[in-house]
């Protein structure tokens, strides 16, 4: 579970060299290039097509430098310093200053005069080059180029061609980051253009950050052109809420409203980059919000005022106690996860809790108790940069964590890592990633993981190994404990890789039954006692039985056995079986939702508190490498509450002591606590239900179901941003030949679970015989809801009458 | 039109010529206007296809070479130099007869959709200005007149011969053997004329020669 | 200077192009005879040779294979580069055309000497003669042993493959042809890395041009002294020159690099119709513009560049009084911005600006200021774009401002073909405006 010390060793042995840059002397490491150089001495030298993360090009030539020895002046984008290298720049060389100059009116030639109606201008680097040093009058009295505008590469990125100065930035992040050359050079000399096939768009989960990269404003996003001024805007640092790949955002607001999100420079987690999801899916925070108590009154709800509505609370929890289940939904911050873990043992004597709202297992429980819960940042993003083998278990990066599917794809194209993908099929997204795909049926990954092929398992051996196992485990049985016993084997790290933003910090914050903060296990005497010290009550308040998780607690629920429910952030439809979410939410006696949208649950709910959502409050996300995401409240004058206050306000209408007032507190004693220090007793293996089993391909029509959450797809936090919906990937059934050859090469099929069925197009690609897979929540193919199904059944599949033979 | 399973296959043979496939794009291309008559998106999709590359990678290729069109081009390409040698020496002249022989322009079809006149650049051919091009074969030192009575002749459907090659075929015709290079015509016609034999006859008549290896030299060369 | 007919020397045997009639002249045995020698000692004798790169450059060819790395376990390439194009340049088809077989030959002695098991003539597409013709030769050498596996017994391997471009100048740029021939868009490639260290497929590569590579069998043939004989220390050897424009037996002649223009003149019979010689270009459009006092000047390396000019591709391009150097300029760089490939700004951008000020010049309503700007703006295009295709691009214009100042100021007010009417430029009669 430690990572070798190897990882960083060559860290250490940084060569330096040492560069003269406008007559000043500088030591940079070795190979790095004259424009950073100059960077670190403060000098700035005009730049379009360079680019950090970006291979360099030297296309736009505007960082034309002076370099002793060379006749011509050298593009500093492309110019490697070398020991003893001098270098003059537009600040001492009037060579480079001309040359610079010169390049700038170029630029200009045939770049539009529309800064006062361009998305980019008051941002744009071209402009502020052409006020900065750009002659006053143009000396080009031609016809500039004009083109058609704008046109849409995608049904989310708008492109202006006029404005473009070809430096190649989002055609090569397209290419070199995304592993979506999609988006080209098209044409040749002054008619080269950017653009995308006749019939196909440019199709990526990434696209926004060419328009943030895009030195002009030829790029713009559907959801912002035309909404904004930047200098209108106000810009705050933020976390992404979406999912555990913790993004560094930057939230630009205007009037109390989002205008765009944009990705912000972490260099150890996002780099630059974030995914469309997390720049455009906002809508929902302003959109059909809750916006005061509400309490149910003959059937109905019916706004309430706060102390009515925390009285309400306060009674019914009161009268239920320790008989009451507390879901905290996988999105909540560490501090309202921490209020929920502490309300739930102090307020209601239960440990009758669990933060997963999705496919979960006992096993999975213990998995995450013995070997994530509390663990410290040791496996990275740089870890799997570093890493000589990364292998995937039940997780699609490039859908379920998209950012470490960019840093895959970075090792991967450094060629010192090789990625391997336990799963049913080979995706576009492990081609992306150069990764191998080693087959295995839904529910046959543990008996795969435990006859890995030697040169695999040698290969996990070698210091700086990584596994990544996503949430999807949980509907093995023995994979948690294979994977677990197999990193355990052969020393290579491991990194449990969850979907969600809120479910690594909620499992820290102990919002799961039989888990205390910190990682501490709710049985074992010394953790007791440090968490009720911590807490200020006798360890012996705390709940003396491991409570209830998983379906258990919902099936408590709807047999009556729990007498209340507490929910935050919870969509029943999540859960694999919703009808038994459903069901319990009506078969508890008394419901309290802590929602910011109408759902599901405060259809039925007793008493619903409106609270902040992330713009409105600070907090913590802990992302999946175990890493704080701290935020800050967007809209300050907000009046909206976390759930961690409403929580306080009821345990003290409750009479309780709850202890958590503000978020710089919870943090405070979180720090006290520290992460768990003892032994972990339960080893997943013991928790294993049973021996693990291997899957057989199913005959005739009956096909495993394997399924994941595409990024893009009915999610409610995307309601409301069409153009970012529109760029979904199509609905497919995928299969491999062999499996659609048996079902008689049908060009769509009728896949049918217990509930229902639908009719999607098939897909032929690289897949295991046997299986089918589908999208688990995407328009027109709701697993749960439709199906009835959950990952790893067995669903009838057979030609659908609609379409027939052949491919459409 | 949807790219055959012949064709495809073609496309494959092509590609297993190189040790990376992706260089078999251009003569892919050639192929595809050989038997689409121009660059179509089914044509792109194929070579994208057969390439396990996207689409958009083929379109940023075919847009970049002028030889790649993008409408149909009929049954004959004419091309005529008009850079400053050809076109100064009367290139301009016989561009100027054919547009108006075939009531057309730069890089279109046609009246009758049969012809595709364009403006080419330097076709390295300078010592036999001015030059035309049919379906990118040599006509030599054409004349307006000369170059107007070839394309008579064509649309008559008589042979036309290459000044410096085979005789004339048709546009898809030069599309496959830009493809398959050994289209088994290197026999036809001449290729060899009398303005690349100047020097030679020349040297033949004032008896010039390179001179013989050097006595010293000899005897190093020869040990092998 | 007598005339020196080398790789042109049996060009009048009607079957030379096919493999009987080239060996009848000897062919082939500079292939037996390098396969007998160390690659090593190849590469010697051509660096010996003196020999320079006929593509433009001049670079020392010896030296180029010199630089690929040895024994480094990667695959090594050879590539011809038979994009011939340049505005001018007419002697590489040819070659291939008339004499297919002395550039198979030749490579595969290079390919021999350089290690490398795969190599691939790249001939612009807009010359299927030439391709078909040089494919020819591919195969008839592969049937008779040359190409292949095991060449005539030995452990040397090598496969050809010939491959038509589809219209792009820059791809006779080294590094966009390479790029064009992995598949890409032509565009040139930032160096270092150089192609001798990575090249095609990221692999060592040497690429040559036509004519360097056709020169390889003599020079193996007959001995690095032997070629020493022709030309000067710097500019060792023969050059197939073709000459063309305004006189009156334009053709190819092959003669020792260090013979003159006048010379060459007169083998071409000289100025048709006794006109007067008003400008002339030694080797391509990418090359300044000479006049009548350089006619004396030996047609070399370095003499060229002495006179600020440069040998180019040997092949002069001559014209005579009845020339507009307005319209002559314009319609070069119309060429240079049909042919700019986009990548960088000073290329792409310059030579639309500065196409469009001429084209007004060209139609007499030129800005007397834009005398001074084009020029100004050349120097911002000339070292500070990408590749060479940039410094072309700034190339004809200030050498015709040289010597032609007062046809651009006349142009300001008179178009280029009332200046000189264009009727008396063309090659035949009978034309009407």
Redesign the interface.
Known sequence: MTMTSNAGSDLAAVEMVSVTVDGVIIEVPKGTLAIRAAELLGVEIPRFCDHPLLDPVAACRACLIEVEGIPKPQPACAQVVSDGMQIRTQMSSPVAREAQEGVLEFLLLNHPLDCPVCDKGGECPLQNQAMSVGRPESRFDGEKRVFDKPINVSAEILLDRERCVSCARCTRFADQIAGDPMLELLERGAKQQVGTAADQPFDSYFSGNTVQICPVGALTSAAYRFRARPFDLVSVPTTCEHCASGCSLRTDYRRGTVTRRLAWDDPEVNEEWNCDKGRFAFPYLQEGRITSPMIREDGELRPASWPEALDAAARGLAAAGSSTGVLVGGRSTVEDAYAYARFARVALGSDNIDFRVRESSSEEAAFLMSVVAGTSVTTTYESLEQAPIVMTVALEPEDESPIVFLRLRKAARSGRTRIVNVGAVATKGLAKVRGELLAALPGGEARVLQELPADLKSALHQPGAVILVGERIAAVVGGPSAVAALAAETGASLAWVPRRAGERGALDAGALAGLLPGGRQLLDPTARTEVAAAWGIDPDGLPADIGLAGEQLLMAAREGRLAALITGGVELADYPDHELAEAAIVGAGFVVALENHHSAITERADVVFPVAVVTEKSGTFLDWEGRPRPFVQVFRDSLAQSDAMVLGMIATTMERRLGVHDVAGIRRELGVLGPWGGQRSLSPADAAQSAPVTSTPVDGALLRLVAWRALIDSGVMQEGEPFLAATARPVVAAMSARTAASLGHPAAVLVAGPKGSVELPVQVGEVIDGAVIMPLNSPGCSIYRDLGARIGDAVTVRAAESREGGRS | MAISEAVREEMRQLAA????S??????M??LVQSEEGDVT?DG??AC?DV?G?????????S??????KRQKVGQHHI?VC????C????G??VYAALAERLGTTHDSPSEDSNFWLER???????????VM?V????MD?M???SAVDVIDRLARGEVVQ?T???AIRDFAA?GR???F???G???EGV??D???????????E?G???????A???A???E? | MTLTPVITEHWDSPDLYTLEGYRKFGGYGALVSALKQDPDSIIQVVKDSGLRGRGGAGFPTGMKWGFVPQNDGKPHYLVVNADESEPGACKDIPIMMANPHALVEGVIIASYAIRASHAFIYIRGEVPNAVRKVANAVEQARAAGFVGNNILGTDFSLDIVVHAGAGAYICGEETALLDSLEGYRGQPRLKPPFPAVAGLYASPTVINNVETIANIPYIIERGAAWLRQFGTEKSPGFKVFAVSGHVNRPGIFEAPLGITMRELLDYAGGMRDGRKLKFWIPGGSSVPMLVEEHLDLPLTYEDMAGAGTMLGTGTPMVFDETVSVVKAVTRWLEFYKHESCGKCTPCREGTYWITGMLERFEHGHGHEADVEKIAHVCTQIAGRSFCALGDAAATPYPAALKYFRDEFLAATHTSADEQFDPIASYLFAGATR
């Open positions: 010529l190189y040790p990376q992706r260089s078999a794009l251009l003569p291309l050639h998106i792109i999709n994208a390439l590359i996207t689409s958009a990678e083929v379109t940023a290729v847009t970049f070479y002028t030889m790649y091309g008009i850079n400053t040698l076109g100064l020496l009367g301009d002249a080419i650049e330097c076709q390295a051919a300078c010592t036999h200005a001015p091009t379906d990118w074969e040599f030192d004349t307006p007149a290459s410096r090659g085979p030069t053997t830009l493809a290079p050994n289209d015509l290197a026999d290729s060899v009398e303005k690349m034999l100047a020097g030679l006859r020349i040297a033949k004032r010039m020669s390179a001179p013989p290896i050097p010293s030299a000899a190093d060369t020869t092998g």
